[in-house]
């Protein structure tokens, strides 16, 4: 049973007909543009005035592909776990336990 009202779908759902059915409030979203695109040679797709910078990308057995945007911030500060890891690379650094010399002529 659904109840449509305003902005928001009521759906009602019952897994197993001994559990209480259980409600969930879904957004519903309106298209603002509608349009066709093509994918070019290096297999693109040119959004047409994106509102953001960085999408994060979902790709579904149908063909379907969900882009929802994403805000990239810096982080307020390192975090502990990070800072050990650092401390442990460069205290092995420093004890000569590092990796054999990568060759890098060719580039």
């Known amino acids: 049973m659904i109840h449509i009202d305003k902005y928001y779908v009521w759906a009602y759902y019952n897994i197993r007909w001994d559990i209480p059915p ?3 409030k879904v957004r519903i979203m309106t298209a603002v543009k509608d349009y066709t695109v093509h994918i070019d040679s290096k297999k693109r797709v040119t959004l047409r005035g994106a509102t953001f910078q ?10 379907c592909i969900m882009l ?10 390192i975090s502990a776990r990070t800072l050990e ?18 060759d890098l002529s060719d580039f």
Not at 88 to 102: C, D, M, Q, T
């Open 22 to 24: 259980d409600i969930v």
């Open 68 to 77: 929802e945007p994403r805000e990239l911030t810096v982080p307020d500060s």
């Open 85 to 102: 890891d650092m401390d442990r690379a460069i205290s092995n650094f420093k004890l000569g336990e590092v990796s054999p010399a990568i």
């Open 54 to 63: 960085y999408y994060n990308v979902k790709e579904y057995d149908n063909g």
